[in-house]
């Protein structure tokens, strides 16, 4: 049974500075993995999809890293704002037609 | 439509009756999830829809829930004699197609059982 740790649980950086965010995942035979973001109260935006086959995927400041090998995904978040306070959850298919199985996220606070 | 919607957004009933959730997709979307998030639980998987079937129903908790998908867009989940551990965030999601496609989340409905 796949399961998914996110490591730290809660974070809390000063702005500006580069930060790192950790998920593992126990089988890598994986379909896919994804990065989202949760703000409180509100639902899941996508922020990266990287496919089994990729090494990283970028969008602006965030670049999601994949090493399936060691069960390993990094979300790396460039010059941080408060604004990128949220939740931030991985979640990973082990294939086109099962469900996403999430970890429990990392809380990150921003402070100005 | 823009994106996921889900009705009604907040939901506070008595334990022992029925809930009724919906969720409507984006356009076009074939595929529809539904996932429940309790308080230090994290998110869990409760269902998949591809088109009106469900060949995913591994996650329903029990028999009291069940969900429906008509015209491969709107869905409701149905709760019956709701428990106090009924209470969580339903998120719905939708993609494309249930393969490769990112998954797009809805603003979730908060249910609490008293």
């Known amino acids: 049974k796949q399961e998914v740790t996110q490591i730290p649980a809660a974070l809390s950086v000063p702005e500006g500075e580069n930060l790192v965010l950790n998920c593992s995942f126990t089988?890598?035979?994986?379909?896919?993995l994804q990065w989202f973001r949760q703000d409180p109260g509100k639902g899941l935006t996508s922020l990266l999809l990287?496919?089994?086959?990729?090494r990283e995927q970028t969008s602006g400041r965030l670049n999601a890293s994949l090493d399936k090998s060691s069960g390993r995904s990094t979300l790396y978040i460039a010059a941080s704002q408060p604004g990128d306070s949220a939740t931030y959850l991985c979640?990973?298919?082990?294939?086109?037609?099962?469900?996403?199985?999430f970890g429990k996220g990392t809380r990150l606070s921003v402070i100005a | 439509g823009a994106g996921v919607s889900q009705s009604p957004s907040n939901k506070v009933t008595e334990k022992g009756k029925d809930v009724e959730l919906r969720c409507d997709p984006i356009?076009?979307?074939?595929?529809l999830y539904w996932y429940r998030q309790s308080l230090g639980q994290g998110l869990e998987f409760l269902i998949y829809f591809q088109g009106n079937s469900a060949p995913d129903k591994s996650g329903l908790p029990s028999d009291r829930f069940s969900a429906e998908r008509t015209g491969g867009s709107v869905s409701t989940l149905t709760i019956q004699r709701t428990q106090q551990e009924d209470s969580a965030v339903y998120l719905c999601?939708?993609?494309?197609?249930?393969?490769?496609?990112?998954?797009?989340f809805g603003p979730g409905t908060r249910l609490t059982v008293l």
């Open positions: 990287i496919q089994s086959s990729q």
């Open positions: 089988d890598s035979a994986i379909y896919n």
């Open positions: 999601a939708s993609s494309l197609e249930v393969s490769y496609n990112e998954q797009f």
């Open positions: 979640a990973v298919r082990n294939s086109g037609n099962t469900p996403l199985v």
């Open positions: 356009s076009g979307h074939t595929a």
